[in-house]
């Protein structure tokens, strides 16, 4: 895969609202362990809230499916995989990141870990609102001609 190849696929597991209308993965391998993904979610989102049972779990899973999708970015950063495996693991990361969504939505387990998320988050968009502002989004600015 060349330069322009991957910076497209990490533009695209990047951008705000990448995860809208996209569906989460049926199954999925999650370090090394195959994972009804899709089932798991919403037989969790079912429930109004996590009983305190399961909050373990799905505290887990979320670690777990972070760290999957750290490293499946981090194979599309090396480059040094096919153009046609980047977008399959760039589908599978926008993919993760609609579980992770979908799971972070069911509320805060702990209140000061979803306001340094928060935070974090908003930290986020102001970065790219003062790069984009100072004309030094350089990805976007090459893909419309501009030098």
Do not use: C
């Not at 705000?16 to 993904?37: F, H, K, N, Y």
């Amino acid at each position: 895969m060349d330069e322009y190849e991957r910076k497209l696929l990490l533009e695209r597991i990047g951008r705000e609202g990448a995860t809208v209308g996209v569906s989460i993965p049926e199954r999925i391998t999650v370090q090394g362990q195959e994972i009804d993904l899709h089932e798991f979610v919403f037989e969790i989102k079912r429930r109004e809230t996590v009983p305190p049972g399961e909050r373990e779990r799905v505290e887990e899973a979320k670690r777990n499916l972070r760290r999957e999708r750290l490293q499946r970015k981090q194979r599309i950063e090396a480059g040094e995989i096919g153009f046609e495996e980047g977008e399959r693991l760039a589908e599978s990361v926008v993919g993760i990141d609609r579980a992770l969504e979908a799971l972070e939505s069911l509320g805060p387990s702990d209140v000061e870990a979803e306001a340094k998320r928060q935070e974090a988050m908003d930290r986020k968009r102001w970065m790219n609102f003062i790069k984009q502002a100072l004309g030094r989004d350089d990805d976007s600015s090459k893909r419309r001609g501009v030098r």
